[in-house]
């Protein structure tokens, strides 16, 4: 054959077009021009006029960068497809999430794809009028304006906290203008444990402690799992330790049940501010029992006499047996650890629960401590330095402030002061991606690039140096911060290069990590560092910390008293944080752990504190604390200390883009004071807008559970296999399929499950989830395919909030399958049920007789304005209205991987799938695997496992999601 | 029945055929007028998405399909009159079973409409026919939807068939009567009928055959439609009394639904003297029986629930009857059962206000169970996580109404354009029918 298709000697076929056929054909041809007259457009699948050479279509790019949603500091890969950033994931080489990450996290993208982005430099007449302008004529501007201000001193910034080349840069900038006003400025700055520490220690920083030399925890108030410096790291070592060879034993107090105090084997829910008292009463009865080894001689017995447990249990309202029980333990211990931290409150026993948590700690010498490491978080201002500022601002002794990345029109506890300062500041410059509250009252909003387009570094802790670098072109042609402030030191007429050594950011940045590469070559040093996300080391060993006498000598605590009146305790929740996440319809979207509330916010009281103030479930509520109040829907619940008022931080948004604005309340300014609260019904009802229907068991056996003493003695559940070999005569009416090669299945370990849902939020990432929105996520319409189901037993102690993700089970004997008329729920050769929506006509069907209530269904066309579609996964479909959808076992990772064997001729790994959820778990609570191959963790897992059960065995659907019961420490 | 004439029989009938009156083509215009609301609403409902009416997760199915089972209930009342009665040669049937088989037949074209209007994607509704196409898709026969589906269409064809079958005669005798338009419907419709000997002996022996067919199809399409619920897995659905109960609560309620439509349309019509009131209660008479039928069924329902020890269905149990939809059920109860007993009393089954009031009250009653057999169960599944509440949008209630006013419309159009009452049967023969042989 020759390449033209011909054979050999043959020829080609004379063309027959005559002439008139030709003026025919293009008589024709020139008509159907004419009729074609509707401009076409051409949908680009790249958004790039010139191909990059380094993007292969169909081919995804993988970018190390730091996540920034938070102060922790996570290791982030990104995901970019085509030019577009669509994923994100944990760095599995990271120390600190060991690839795994929040639901913040893996909601990162939405803040880069917000359709409310700024676009263009805006700025602010006296008369409110925004005028939109270039770069050019806004540098030009400001420029004019920065000029005059070199050496003037009169400059202030204000940003979130920052550490390596950012932060060094400020602060040349500054020096530029002849000032050092720099604020770090967090809402949640830990204060109360930086001053506790400090009083013992003598150093105020926020520790990084690690948890897995512990083998009994303490947490007094420190929700290490949900939101308490660094999660993720917390939780991703804690709970692994939790199931290593020697559990630690693990008690919680504090004022509200969180996902943290969930997971402790016991807990103790007291009044915000009151659980210094429990540490308070270990000292003492550790004091009086005779001191352990190391003991400082001055901490008698004597010197905390006024916290026996006898004088403390009646304050706390448990029996003085329970303290000297705990007390006990603590002694037992060999590394025992104590968290203590207030929170957000600034009582005056703010920084007495870190202080008597630390004390604790040091009086015992526990080795625990060794190898704990500062965080960044030491670094940020305090509320006294904040307020200093704010004073300074009010004296016009500065011109221009610049903020960015901090919002303190939102989170200053003073709402109003923010505007009053402002009145003397002639120039507000706002550098923010978001409309939010502080760009909005400032002269200026430059738009500038999230940290998913910018280049950076972040050090959140010693030791762990992140580098940031761009996962996708910046949009809008936004500058990063860095940039923009190098632009506007050349437009005041800096000379870049002499001043910064740089003329950009991304030129500074790499100079100063010159500075780290030492005698390695740099450039090889920067490719690898880019490659792995950043540079870490084990940080140096730091001296044992001690308590000094002198410090010692200063300590006071305030005698036992219960608290008069009822007591605030705000809370940063797992989905909005400290408000920074509201602007993410996935967070708002992802219903609240505890609570599984939605798009809101609540006011959560114990059924004995309504019951005191006559006020019931439904009601709205005025909470008044310092003179000021808000007004939010009613949380009833023994989920909250008695006497105390729990209201969660995040919500109430005045801008901040289309999915904050105008949702629920801010809590802030309540923040100045936290006794004497009061909560007035306003004689409105509302119901909360909340995901879950029934929150307890009822005695079906959904979530099981196991006592640890019976670990070892417990008799494995009868499982029905998803397998040829769980099909019995006596049982089935269908013969069972031929055995698949391959039978994917997934085990899920309830005792690693803290709920903190980052599954959730990966799987909107990863499939393209819709969004429903406020008016029909409490309506069950939210389209998750993965839920984590709550359940409560209030009259368990041990286990009064449980936790299970559920998701689609693949039945073998799916009772979706048989009822859908046209075969658009069906088995494929892997044993996975699947849902083939374009045959789907939407009879629902499936979905009602799913007993898991596992399927979505699309009950609208659900939007994604522009650009979030740029986010969504070019291997998932989007589904249209009318359509059932669910979980797929994330069928597209399972068929790149399964393509990639093939194309290496070897047969797919053990481990080698990942389904979005099981790759996000910051507790690894997910196993994935080939059932059908022996040697799988999957199959090593469910076969000898006493722990493994199936969620409603009796209907005998063969479910392939085994789940492991829940242990509990007794 | 009073002794007639042929020739007053015949009067008698199609005096009911004359021009109608000015309010009774307003009744025809408002009714049009709520069809037309609904098709809008329904046209709403498939451009913005199926998230316009209550339904969620995990109440799926409740208005429409609580409607298919009610309007396909309405329509088991015609077949049962015309077929079953037929062939145990109940004489009392003639007066009432033409007005029922017209209900039947626009009872069951609005039911078939539900489950189309219920479809999440309604324009690729002929995906759930088994038609051949290139791609060899076929649907899925294990679905009791597609049971439902060939279920319905047979019913609906042979309920059509067996109406028109017997009308031929009356067409005849019409297209003998009447002048214009109507005569050409009529000629055409008549299909030559002349009443020779020959074509009364082929037709009886047709008219038997269908309604030896017709008779089994009363049992089995409410079975089958029984069976989307039964073969379910959910407590309060999977149940194997369903068909029987099924059957017997859409006898019920064709019932009911016959006497409340007679009761006026007698009067209108003036058709007092051939539809009498012992006609209408001895219909009364057979709700006594149904009623017994489901009321047992209710009964078994919690007593299953109970002697199955199963926690899901002892709780699914005590949902239906404390619940959120309690008072549906306990409705339901009085309507269906207590009501229908009055009927026991003469007086009562022969009181033309306590037929209409009670006839009407089981019809509500019959919705309304339904209702809860469809809402129950979805809303109180396996997980208590993830139970959920319906409550019905205004777009479901336009939809529902709207059906009622597609069904009444058809139903008054027919009535003044087809004998109402059968007009052949309802003259004795001059000898005793041909034996069939």
Same mark, same amino acid.
């Given at each position: ?970 | ?336 059962? &207590?009501?229908?007993? @009055?009927? !026991?009393? +003469? ?10 009031? #009670? *006839? /009407? ?17 979805? &809303?109180?599944?396996? @997980?208590? !996580?993830? +139970? ?10 336009? #939809? *529902? /109404? ?36």
């Amino acid at each position: 054959m020759r390449e033209d298709g011909l054979r050999e000697n043959e020829r080609p076929e004379e063309p027959t077009l005559s002439r008139r056929e030709w003026f025919k054909l293009a008589a024709l041809g020139g008509l159907l021009g004419l009729g074609a007259q509707t401009p076409r457009t051409f949908d680009q699948l790249i958004p790039l006029l010139v191909p990059n050479e380094q993007i292969v279509p169909g081919q995804a790019t993988w970018y190390a960068t730091s996540c920034r949603e938070c102060p922790a500091g996570c290791g982030m890969l990104v995901r970019n497809r085509e030019g577009r950033a669509v994923k994100c994931e944990g760095n599995p080489d990271h120390p600190l999430n060991a690839g795994r990450l929040c639901a913040r996290g893996q909601a990162a993208l939405q803040g880069l794809y917000d359709p409310d982005r700024r676009r263009a430099p805006v700025r602010r007449r006296a008369s409110g009028e925004e005028v939109t302008l270039t770069w050019a004529d806004a540098l030009t501007d400001l420029g004019k304006h920065l000029a005059p201000l070199r050496h003037s001193g009169r400059v202030a910034v204000i940003s979130d906290l920052q550490t390596g080349s950012l932060a060094a840069l400020l602060q040349r900038w500054l020096a530029w203008f002849g000032s050092d006003r720099y604020l770090i400025y967090e809402p949640l700055n830990y204060e109360g444990l930086r001053g506790g520490l400090q009083a013992v220690e003598g150093r105020p920083y926020v520790p990084v402690y690690r948890l897995e030399q512990a083998d009994f925890v303490l947490s007094l108030g420190a929700d290490f799992l949900d939101t308490w410096v660094s999660p993720v790291h917390h939780t991703q070592r804690f709970v692994e330790h939790r199931h290593g060879a020697n559990v630690p034993g693990f008690v919680y107090a504090g004022p509200r049940l969180s996902l943290t105090a969930a997971a402790a084997d016991a807990r103790l829910l007291v009044a915000p501010g009151q659980e210094r008292l429990v540490a308070l009463a270990l000292l003492q009865v550790l004091a009086a029992a005779g001191p352990l080894p190391g003991w400082p001689a001055w901490l008698t017995a004597r010197r905390l006499s006024a916290f026996t447990p006898e004088a403390v249990a009646p304050v706390l309202g448990v029996t003085p047996g329970w303290l000297r029980d705990l007390a006990r333990r603590w002694a037992g211990a060999r590394a025992p650890v104590a968290l203590g931290d207030p929170g957000v409150s600034p009582g005056p026993e703010a920084s007495e629960t870190a202080a008597a948590a630390h004390l604790l700690n040091l009086a015992s010498g526990t080795p625990a401590l060794a190898g704990t490491v500062d965080h960044a978080l030491g670094q940020t201002a305090t509320a006294e330095q904040t307020r200093a500022l704010l004073a300074e601002l009010d004296t016009g002794a500065i011109d221009t402030l610049i903020v960015f990345g901090a919002n303190p029109a939102y989170s200053l506890p003073d709402p109003g002061r923010w505007q009053v300062a402002l009145e003397k500041v002639r120039q507000v410059i706002s550098l923010t991606p978001y409309r939010d509250e502080t760009s909005l009252t400032s002269h200026w909003a430059l738009p500038v690039g999230t940290p998913l387009e910018c280049w950076g570094d972040y050090e959140p802790q010693t030791g762990v140096a992140n580098l940031l670098q761009p996962t996708t072109g910046p949009l809008y042609g936004a500058p990063s911060p860095g940039d923009a402030l190098l632009l506007l030191a050349a437009a005041a007429g800096c000379d870049l290069p002499a001043t910064f050594g740089a003329s950009s950011f991304h030129e500074y940045l790499r100079n100063r990590w010159r500075q780290r590469a030492g005698k390695t070559d740099f450039e090889e040093f920067w490719r690898e560092s880019l490659r792995r996300g950043g540079v870490w080391s084990e940080p140096p060993a730091s001296p044992r910390p001690t308590v000094t006498r002198a410090a010692a000598s200063k300590l006071s605590f305030s005698p036992p008293a219960a608290p008069v009146g009822p007591r605030l305790c705000l809370f940063p929740t797992m989905t909005l944080f400290d408000g920074r996440g509201a602007h993410k319809r996935w967070l708002q979207e992802l219903p609240d752990p505890m609570t599984k509330i939605i798009w809101e916010s609540w006011v959560e009281i114990s059924p004995a504190t309504a019951q005191a103030a006559g006020l019931s479930a439904g009601q709205v509520v005025t909470v008044e604390a310092g003179g000021r109040q808000v007004t939010a829907p009613l949380l009833v619940t023994p989920g909250v200390a008695p006497g105390t008022v729990a209201i969660p931080l995040g919500q109430g948004h005045t801008a901040f883009g289309r999915y904050a604005q105008g949702r629920g309340v801010n809590a802030f300014p309540l923040g100045i004071a936290v006794d004497a609260v009061t909560v007035t019904p306003t004689g409105r009802r509302q119901e909360l807008l909340r995901t879950d229907g029934e929150p307890y068991q009822l005695d079906r056996e959904i979530v099981r559970m196991l006592p640890r003493s019976q670990l070892a003695t417990a008799r494995p559940e009868p499982l029905i296999m998803p397998l040829t070999s769980g099909f019995t005569r006596d049982r089935d009416l269908y013969a069972p399929p031929p055995e698949p090669e391959r039978r994917w299945a997934m085990a899920i370990d309830l005792s690693r499950c803290t709920g903190c849902s980052a599954c959730v939020t990966a799987c909107y990432a990863e499939n393209n989830l819709g969004v429903v929105g406020p008016d029909h996520a409490p309506r069950q319409r939210v389209m998750s395919w993965v839920r984590v189901d709550r359940y409560f037993d209030w009259r368990d102690p041990q286990a009064p909030a449980v936790f299970q993700p559920m998701l689609c089970q693949h039945c073998e004997a799916a009772p979706c399958e048989p009822v859908c008329p046209v075969f658009a729920s069906a088995h494929n050769e892997e044993g996975l049920n699947m849902q083939v929506y374009n045959r789907c006509v939407g009879t629902r069907y499936c979905s009602n007789n799913c007993p898991y209530k596992v399927r979505r269904f699309n009950w609208f066309d659900y939007d994604w304005p522009e650009p979030l579609n740029w986010q969504a996964n070019p291997e998932v479909s989007v589904r249209c209205r009318g359509v059932m959808e669910k979980c797929s076992f994330c069928i597209q990772r399972i068929r790149e991987v399964e393509f990639r064997a093939r194309q290496e001729g070897r047969p797919v790994r053990d481990g080698e799938v990942t389904p979005a959820c099981a790759q996000t778990c910051p507790a690894q609570v997910f196993t994935f695997g080939d059932l059908r191959d022996p040697q799988s963790k999957i199959a090593r897992l469910v076969a000898t496992n006493p722990r493994a059960y199936q969620v409603l065995p009796q209907l005998n659907t063969k479910p392939a999601v085994f789940y492991l019961k829940k242990i509990l420490n007794d | 029945m009073p002794e007639f004439t042929y020739r007053e029989i015949n009067q008698e009938i199609m005096q009911a055929l004359s021009r109608p009156t000015r309010r009774y083509f307003l009744v025809l215009a408002c009714l049009a007028l709520g069809l037309g609301a609904g098709l809008l609403t329904f046209l709403y409902q498939t451009l913005v998405g199926m998230g316009v009416t209550g339904l969620n997760v995990p109440v799926g199915w409740t208005p429409y399909i609580t409607n298919f089972v009610f309007w396909i209930g309405i329509g088991h009342a015609g077949t049962l009159l015309s077929a079953i009665l037929y062939l145990f040669r109940v004489e009392w049937r003639n007066a009432v079973y033409r007005a029922a088989e017209t209900m039947t037949v626009f009872a069951v074209a609005t039911a078939a409409m539900f489950p189309l209007i219920h479809l999440g994607r309604v324009w690729v509704f002929y995906w759930l026919l088994p038609y051949p196409n290139q791609r060899h898709l076929w649907p899925n026969f294990k679905s009791p939807l597609m049971w439902d589906v060939v279920a319905v269409t047979t019913y609906f064809v042979v309920s059509v068939l067996f109406l028109y079958m017997g009308l031929i005669p009356d067409l005849a005798a019409l297209r003998d009567a009447s002048t214009g338009w109507r005569k050409r419907l009529y000629a055409r419709f008549a299909l030559g009928w002349d009443g020779n000997h020959h074509q009364w002996r082929h037709y009886l022996r047709a008219y038997m055959g269908l309604a030896c067919l017709a008779t089994p199809l009363v049992i089995s399409v409410h079975s089958v439609v029984s069976w989307d619920f039964a073969m379910a897995l959910l407590p309060g659905w999977h149940e194997t009394i369903f068909a029987p109960y099924f059957v017997a609560g859409a006898i019920h309620s064709g019932l009911a639904m016959v006497i409340t439509l007679l009761i006026p349309l007698r009067k209108i019509l003036r058709l007092e003297r051939l539809i009498e009131v012992r006609h209408l209660a001895a219909l009364a008479g057979l709700n006594i029986l149904t009623a017994l039928i489901i009321g047992y069924a209710y009964a078994v329902e919690p007593f299953m629930a109970w002697y199955s020890g199963d926690a899901a269905e002892r709780s699914y149990s005590a949902f239906r009857a404390f619940g959120p939809y309690a008072p549906y059920y306990w409705i339901m109860l009085v309507c269906n059962v &207590a009501l229908p007993l @009055l009927y !026991s009393f +003469r007086r009562v089954r022969e009181s033309l206000p306590w037929l209409l009031g #009670i *006839s /009407l009250l089981i019809n509500v009653g019959m919705w309304l169970e339904r209702y809860v057999i469809l809402v129950t169960p979805l &809303a109180h599944g396996f @997980l208590p !996580s993830s +139970r959920g509440l319906y409550t019905p949008q205004w777009v479901e209630i336009a #939809i *529902s /109404l709207a059906s009622g006013c597609l069904f009444l419309l058809g139903f008054l159009v027919a009535v003044r354009l087809f004998p109402i009452v059968a007009i052949a049967e309802n003259k004795p023969l001059p000898a005793p029918p041909p034996e069939v042989v």
